[in-house]
């Protein structure tokens, strides 16, 4: 016992240099955090650094350290050792776009900072690109000391690596592809959706096509396209933009299953219990405004009843020999397994290494297609 105590205090005290090496370009620091969060007095670097703040530190086990929600900011220490020939630079990439405010500091004759986040404009960033990218200066054999202080209103993930600048630009290039095919797939469902509702004057597929919109800008926004391209000059825009697009969802979503199970008919108790939670995210919309910490909270509850609701509902019906409710029932199964890990990851009880985000992607454009699949079949249906 007394040795298993030894080895937990010995990871909170003495902190293992990362060794970046010829073999690789690029290195998940996750493992090799460690973290603290700070009190309800704010704490200076000088305070922070000091031998005895730094044994109150904690080893992260994790890819990434995720923490839930906190008002209280993190402090994230780890030290790295340039052993490589490499001449291009180092760069610390803190890959979850979502952040409201990192202080990164590094030691330079002096403790100096670099003040990044999402509750600046993008201009002010040292590097163009949709996640937070920081300069590791380094010294070739020498150990370097670093600490970040993050501090947000939203869930604490932050995913670390550290990348030469050349693969990070070319592990950059590999995500754009795969996002630039989530985009056009979303935009062909929207196409089919709209054309669709032209031809028949079924509302059904306009509902489908907007609950697509919302949660493709959802992604986007996630993602960090949103403010990296589209609101580049709007840190609110930004610090709203994922509640925002999250509600709508909500709301365009559940129309959607009311109408296409026409539950004010065939279930009334389902009915009452989509358009309350639709009333009651009309009125998150206003915390959402005013960037109220407990909206996300809010919305998370909602999401999960909302998902499993449809879920239940469309299977009851479709075992009452709706035929057609069979793919809608496979893509709301999938669905609500979706946001029940997203909810899990966010609370920080899911590791992402178990969870990565194409992960949520991959599930969201098999579940839409299963949907939209179980809308036209609806239409055959109800023409023969």
């Not at 990070?168 to 196409?191: A, G, M, P, T």
């Not at 959706?193 to 992604?219: D, H, P, Q, V």
């Amino acid at each position: 016992m007394k040795i298993i105590l030894f080895l937990m205090l010995s990871f909170s005290i003495n902190a293992e240099s990362i060794l970046l090496e010829d073999k690789k370009t690029n290195f998940d620091i996750g493992n090799n955090l460690y973290y603290q969060f700070e009190g309800d007095r704010p704490s200076s670097i000088e305070d922070i650094s000091e031998e005895k703040r730094n044994k109150q530190f904690k080893k992260n086990f994790s890819k990434t350290l995720e923490a839930g929600y906190s008002k209280n900011p993190v402090w994230i220490h780890f030290k790295v050792k340039d052993l490589s020939n490499y001449q291009d630079d180092w760069i610390l990439e803190i890959g979850y776009s979502q952040l409201d405010e990192i202080v990164f500091y590094y030691y330079d004759n002096e403790w100096k900072k670099i003040v990044t986040g999402d509750k600046f404009p993008f201009s002010n960033r040292n590097f163009r690109h949709r996640f937070f990218l920081l300069p590791l200066k380094l010294n070739k054999g020498k150990e370097h000391s670093f600490y970040i202080k993050v501090s947000t209103t939203t869930s604490i993930i932050v995913p670390l690596k550290i990348y030469t600048l050349e693969e990070s630009k070319i592990q950059e290039n590999r995500s754009d592809l795969w996002n630039i095919f989530l985009l056009v797939y979303s935009s062909l469902i929207i196409f089919i959706a709209i054309y669709k509702s032209f031809r028949t004057l079924n509302a059904e597929f306009i509902l489908i096509g907007l609950s697509t919109f919302n949660f493709l800008m959802y992604l986007i926004s996630f993602n960090g396209y949103g403010y990296m391209y589209i609101w580049k000059n709007s840190p609110y825009i930004q610090s709203i933009a994922i509640p925002f697009f999250i509600c709508l969802f909500a709301i365009s979503s559940g129309e959607l299953v009311i109408r296409f199970l026409n539950l004010k008919k065939e279930n009334f108790f389902s009915y009452t219990l989509i358009k309350f939670l639709q009333i009651i995210v009309m009125l998150n919309i206003i915390g959402v405004l005013f960037e109220s910490f407990y909206t996300v909270r809010i919305l998370n509850i909602i999401g999960m009843l909302n998902t499993i609701i449809h879920f239940l509902t469309s299977s009851y019906l479709w075992s009452k020999g709706k035929k057609y409710l069979r793919f809608f029932v496979i893509g709301s199964a999938i669905f609500t397994t979706l946001i029940f890990l997203i909810i899990l990851k966010f609370l920080g009880l899911l590791d992402t290494a178990f969870f990565p985000v194409f992960f949520i992607q991959a599930g969201y454009m098999v579940s839409l297609g299963f949907i939209l699949a179980s809308i036209l079949e609806k239409e055959r249906t109800l023409v023969l």
